[in-house]
């Protein structure tokens, strides 16, 4: 009698009951009747399908972003691509010294998005130059020619700011051909960018594929202290 049980429990498993098989049926005939829609068939829908994920995936996850200028030289060069990661400063993260990073410039640099690296966050006392020509940050001295373009000095302008919370202090690598923070700091706002107006963190040079590498240098800004004197 059990093995009887068994076998019998068995075939009810296998087989499916009618509604899942009108289930199915409603499935493919949805499929088919989708397929019948769309010209060109199951080729052009399959398609359509990519499309969508490639535009969601831009929208919420991944976005490239092409290099318009030479202001962030010589990490970027015109004409590279590169793939910006949107969820980086999600779920409570936020941008930290030497990010490079992508940010709507509206209200603050110009109606346009602009890519440029972080110098400074809220709180950070930023100065330049010391005695020796460097940038300061929260009066440690940083040694930018890790990613500074060669010939450049860190500024030829001088500033002595602290960086409002919620704010960034950003900056093009190539000092000498970038519109950045510091052509901004008698502004409204004083040159700084709202954390909320960054689009996402350039993670990767994509294109061209010689040029493919990282970006991201905090290894340059290990030995700055947080503000108030401890250090991140």
């Known amino acids: 009698m059990d093995t009887e049980a068994q076998t019998t429990e068995r075939d009810r498993a296998s087989h499916p009951s009618a509604h ?7 499935r493919s005939a949805f499929l088919s009747q989708a397929v019948s829609w769309v010209p060109g068939g199951r080729l052009t829908l399959s ?31 015109v004409g590279d691509r590169v793939l910006v990661n949107k969820l980086a400063y999600r779920f409570g993260a936020e941008p930290r010294r030497g990010d490079v990073v992508v940010f709507d410039g509206s209200d603050y640099f110009g109606d346009a998005d602009y890519i440029k690296r972080v110098v400074g966050v809220g709180g950070d006392h930023v ?28 500024s030829t302008v001088p500033f002595d700011l602290v960086v409002p919370d919620g704010t960034l202090f950003l900056l093009g690598d190539h000092r000498g051909d970038s519109r950045d923070s510091r ?13 909320g107006a960054v689009i996402g963190r350039a993670q990767w040079i994509a294109w061209p594929t010689g040029h493919w590498g990282s970006l991201s240098r905090n290894d340059v800004y290990a030995r700055v202290p947080a503000p108030g004197g401890a250090h991140g």
């Open 127 to 154: 100065v330049c130059c010391d005695s020796r020509g460097r940038i300061a940050v929260n009066a440690e001295p940083v040694d930018e020619r890790a990613f500074l373009y060669p010939g450049n000095t860190p």
């Open 183 to 195: 052509d901004y700091l008698g502004a409204p706002g004083g040159g700084m960018i709202p954390v």
């Open 20 to 26: 899942e098989g009108e289930e199915e049926r409603s």
């Open 47 to 77: 398609a359509l399908l990519c499309l969508v994920l490639v535009l969601l995936v831009s929208m919420f996850v991944m976005q490239p972003f092409q290099i318009p200028s030479g202001s962030m030289e010589p990490a970027l060069r």
